[in-house]
Nanobody, 116 residues
């Protein structure tokens, strides 16, 4: 059974940076596209970015140029570097299969709050 453990969130001022990590276990990691998703207060969970097995990346328009997704197959970890954070980036962030897929379960997520 897949386990997804997100970490790295916190409270940051507008313009600040955070680096999220997601440790994956229970699957053979390298063949899968992996993604980051977020759920803002009162909203549905939305796709943020994903990275294919070959390293191709995709982002929603609102984070392009500010967020960078990466992966380390040896450590079975996917990262999201978030720069120039805005209050509208406030959400719980989750990782899962890329391309709006999922492994059948979600981790607990990590809270990101952007506020002065």
């Amino acid at each position: 059974q897949v386990q997804l453990v997100e970490s790295g969130g916190g409270l940051v001022q507008p313009g600040g940076s955070l680096r999220l990590s997601c440790a994956v276990s229970g699957i053979i990691f390298s063949p899968y596209s992996m993604g980051w998703y977020r759920r803002a207060p009162g909203k549905e969970r939305e796709f943020v970015a994903d990275i294919s097995a070959g390293g191709n990346t995709r982002y929603i328009d609102s984070v392009k140029g500010r967020f960078t997704i990466s992966r380390n197959n040896a450590q079975k970890t996917v990262y999201l570097q978030m720069n120039s954070l805005k209050p509208e980036d406030t959400a719980v962030y989750y990782c899962n299969k890329g391309a709006n897929g999922n492994f059948g379960s979600w981790g607990q997520g990590t809270q990101v709050t952007v506020s002065s």
